[in-house]
């Protein structure tokens, strides 16, 4: 938990709700305690009635306002546990005699094969509160409530995140759900709200059965015997032609990237999927790219497109030699080939990257790949406390890794990195990225993580690496004017995490301010207000093809939900005003789950998709 904002919240009075907060808080706070996961409920009941529709929809069709809206739930509803109701089922042919059978194990393995549920992969925990899954929400147009909608939003604002197709009939973690896009539509101070999934393999499939076919990736693995058997069931179904592997069985549900011109929703367990945004706000899945056969396996949901030369760098890892692959696409978004990194000596959890100008930068952190402790039925990535972290940094036009280097950086554990630059010269890079001081919370107790960012400075020439925190509190989530990737700059956005996975505010960072005084980097913030949380802010330029603009010169963007009232808003805050003050509130016509990952994507560029 965030030790300074957590005994602060409980002093905020609902009149404070979306006000900035004291750049000096408190510093003292119990940690967290054990169970103290801040959840209450599933709320099944909180899911729209709204029409899903899949290809039906006209791109040309005009925006349609909310026929029938959920009324947002009671605080006894929202204090209530109960178990997730029984899982829709949508069958739309005879269900056959092998699938019955494979349905009637998989529901034997959940009621008496799995061990008792932990928090982190028990449903009723998992998708509590503003977690639970959404139905698809087609064009709605929405209503700005306060302010209004600066020209440079003209566009849309697209988040991504896990939202269930079907409610887990076992184990579930917060990784593991179907990813639905939730974009908002800005057009001349007007704002139209859509919510669809992307159109996976994997959601194809289990869309056509009518129940969850294909097994979760982070849950699946619950105790030996579970673990076995869902793999004998798995490999049945596979037998039985119920889905194929080979076509992916990724989730595309961690963010998205506008790659040679073409927006992808990704995760990293599979393929790219390009999907489209129509002039009404709709979006539609085109499906998953390859790059003309030159794509394998898998790719990060953490590129990085150089602003400058427009392309994108990116890499895959996996638990077999070579455990890291770097690659990069052109500008037109052709793949270049592979390099295969064999010097990363253990599969690493790499999750994102850096790069600058000269390099891209890779962690090889304390959290793995765990191929023994999964066959033993264990989670699929665990911590090894004894391993020394490590950075390697590697010219970002490389043909092979001859030139890469690694350096120990001991007790720096990154899940994201925020940005990077060279100085000296080159002689010197600077990585700038939360470190994860709890690495053994990583899936079980994400309330647990305290997320430090940090500057760290490796000199190329000498090896020496100086690092230092540049804020005490609990960041994560955190981006950058993307003008800047790459490049040396000042100013950071970063969720404030309370605990992870909730979102209770954001902050603006000077990181700049470090070099010459240790002191705390936060120059701006505002928390939501009690019972509000947001989620990765986004950073919009406001004269984006300005080069002599300043660089915090836009709005940082969030949605925001109220958990008391039900409420969900979009958020445009003024980056360079001190208390990160509203220029605009969009109320949505639906509540939008917490996600994970969000994109701006100007009007230029969507007419080019
Ligand atoms: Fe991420």
Redesign the pocket.
């Known amino acids: 938990m965030d030790t300074l904002s957590s005994s602060f919240l409980p002093k905020l009075h609902p009149k404070y709700i979306f006000s900035p907060i004291p750049l000096s808080p408190p510093r003292t706070s119990p940690h967290p305690q054990p169970n103290s996961l801040n959840i209450s409920s599933v709320r099944i009941e909180d899911k729209p009635q709204t029409t899903t529709t899949t290809t039906t929809t006209s791109r040309r069709a005009a925006p349609q306002p909310v026929k029938k809206q959920t009324p947002p739930p009671s605080p006894q509803q929202t204090n209530t546990r109960k178990r997730p109701s029984t899982p829709k089922t949508r069958p739309t042919e005879p269900v056959s005699l092998p699938t019955t059978i494979f349905n009637v194990v998989d529901g034997f393995i959940n009621t008496f094969v799995d061990p008792p549920l932990r928090p982190s992969v028990d449903p009723r925990y998992v998708l509590s509160d503003n977690f639970a899954p959404v139905d698809e929400l087609p064009p709605t147009l929405c209503q700005v409530v306060e302010g209004s909608l600066p020209t440079c939003l003209n566009g849309a604002y697209i988040r991504n995140g896990p939202n269930p197709q079907f409610l887990p009939r076992g184990p579930y973690h917060l990784f593991d759900g179907d990813g639905m896009l939730h974009s908002i539509r800005i057009s001349d101070g007007k704002a139209t709200l859509c919510s669809r999934y992307v159109k996976t393999y994997k959601y194809k499939v289990e869309n056509k059965n009518g129940f969850s076919v294909v097994p979760n990736v982070f849950s699946g693995f619950n105790g030996l015997t579970a673990s076995a058997a869902r793999g004998a069931l798995a490999a049945a179904r596979m037998v039985a032609g119920q889905f194929n592997p080979v076509n992916g069985i990724g989730l595309a549900n961690?963010?998205l990237a506008l790659i040679g011109g073409k927006l992808y929703a990704l995760g990293e367990s599979d393929l790219p999927y390009a999907v489209e945004v129509a002039q009404n706000g709709d979006i539609y899945t085109e499906g998953r790219n390859d790059f003309d056969g030159k794509l394998f396996m898998s790719m990060t949901?953490?590129p990085k497109v150089d602003p400058d030369t427009g392309e994108a760098f990116a890499f895959r890892y996996g638990p077999m030699r070579p455990f890291l692959t770097f690659f990069r696409f052109n500008a037109d978004g052709t793949k270049q080939p592979d390099v295969p990194i064999f010097s990363m000596t253990s599969p690493s959890f790499l999750?994102?990257f850096a790069i600058t100008k000269k390099y891209a930068i890779f962690p090889e952190i304390q959290i793995g790949m765990n191929p023994m402790e999964m066959m033993a039925g264990g989670s699929p990535v665990g911590a090894n406390p004894g391993k020394v972290p490590r950075l390697g940094v590697i010219p970002r036009y490389a043909k092979d890794e001859s030139e890469m280097k690694w350096f120990d950086v001991p007790g720096f554990n990154i899940?994201?990195a925020i940005n990077g630059w060279d100085e000296d010269d080159g002689d010197t890079i600077v990585l700038v990225a939360p470190n994860i001081l709890s690495v053994e919370h990583t899936l079980e107790r994400m309330d647990l993580i305290h997320a430090s960012v940090e500057k760290v400075k490796i000199d190329l020439k000498t090896g020496i690496v100086s690092r230092h925190p540049v804020s005490s509190r609990n960041l994560d989530?955190a981006v950058i004017n993307p003008a800047y990737v790459g490049k040396k700059n000042k100013y950071v956005y970063a969720a404030i995490g309370d605990p992870m996975p909730k979102i209770s505010g954001v902050v603006k960072l000077d990181v700049s301010v470090s070099d010459s005084d240790r002191c705390d980097c936060i120059v701006a913030s505002r928390l939501y207000g009690e019972s509000c949380f947001g989620g990765e802010p986004f950073f919009v330029a406001k004269e984006p093809n300005n080069p002599s603009a300043e660089e915090d010169d836009g709005y940082v963007v969030s949605y925001v939900h109220n958990e008391k009232t039900g409420e969900s808003r979009f958020l445009v805050m003024d980056a360079k005003s001190p208390n990160l003050d509203i220029v605009a509130a969009v109320k949505l016509p639906r509540r939008v789950p917490y996600g994970?990952?969000g994109l701006f994507v100007s009007e230029n560029d969507l007419n080019k998709l």
């Open positions: 961690t963010s949901a953490h999750h994102d899940i994201h989530f994970f990952h």
